[in-house]
């Protein structure tokens, strides 16, 4: 059983499109994290949200935490060729201490 | 400041061998832990140090998987004997203690490839 799922689970799209990114769980989360990975590198942290309700702006990028703290999305406004990339969530569970839960990953293609 | 560092960025050895993995977290981050991505899988925790204690090692596979963290500072993870299946990318993240964000910054992996 998945506890984090990731949707879409690959995207391909257009320079100028928007696209949304969702992780959902039935589990509430203390901390929320995404990353973003690329090929042979580690995950990148982009953004933490903790707070049910919050929305966080990086540029071009909104991310929201869930009311309930169960689930998350990663908005992607005007899409650049260097968005591509895998974009993950992760999340610490209520009461499970530090360690992060990984959804599995949207794999992003931006093209021109 | 330097990011989390790992070594070697691969390995390549034969089942029943052993491998080594180190990692150096962040200058001043006491947690330090580690994660592992099999073939086709999601990221999965291993365990946690904060400083050279043990805090979760609920994610160790099996008795194979050693973890060490002399002096909090390194940290190196043994397999031992290797098998087929341990095969993966291998990541090792730190973060301060005591942060309620819980941010954990990862280092480049190591790729380990067990014939």
């Known amino acids: 059983t998945q506890l984090l799922e990731q949707s879409p689970q690959f995207l391909s799209i257009q320079e100028g499109e928007n696209l949304t990114v969702y992780c959902n769980s039935s589990s509430v989360f203390s901390s929320l994290q995404w990353y973003r990975q690329e090929p042979g590198e580690g995950p990148v942290l982009l953004v933490t949200?903790?707070?049910?309700?919050e929305v966080k702006k990086l540029k071009r990028l909104t991310f929201q935490f869930g009311d309930a703290r169960k689930d998350s999305s990663l908005h992607i406004t005007a899409a650049q060729t260097g968005d591509t990339g895998l974009y993950l969530c992760?999340?610490?569970?209520?009461?499970?201490?530090?360690?992060?839960?990984f959804g599995t990953g949207t794999q992003l293609k931006v093209e021109l | 400041e330097a990011g989390v560092t790992q070594f070697p960025s691969h390995s390549v050895i034969e089942k029943g061998q052993t491998v080594t993995l180190r990692c150096d977290p962040i200058?001043?981050?006491?947690?330090l832990y580690w994660y592992r991505r099999v073939m086709g899988k999601e990221i999965k925790f291993l365990l946690h140090?904060?400083?050279?204690?043990?805090?979760?090692e609920s994610g160790m596979p099996n008795n194979r998987f050693l973890a060490e963290r002399t002096g909090g500072t390194y940290s190196t993870l043994k397999v031992q004997p290797a098998e087929l299946e341990d095969s993966g990318v291998y990541f090792c993240?730190?973060?301060?203690?005591?942060?309620?964000?819980?941010?954990?910054?990862f280092g480049p992996g190591t790729r380990l490839t067990v014939l």
């Open positions: 200058s001043g981050h006491d947690n």
């Open positions: 992760a999340g610490a569970l209520v009461g499970g201490g530090n360690k992060l839960t």
């Open positions: 949200v903790v707070t049910g309700g």
């Open positions: 993240a730190s973060s301060r203690y005591m942060s309620s964000y819980n941010e954990q910054f």
């Open positions: 140090f904060v400083k050279e204690s043990k805090q979760d």
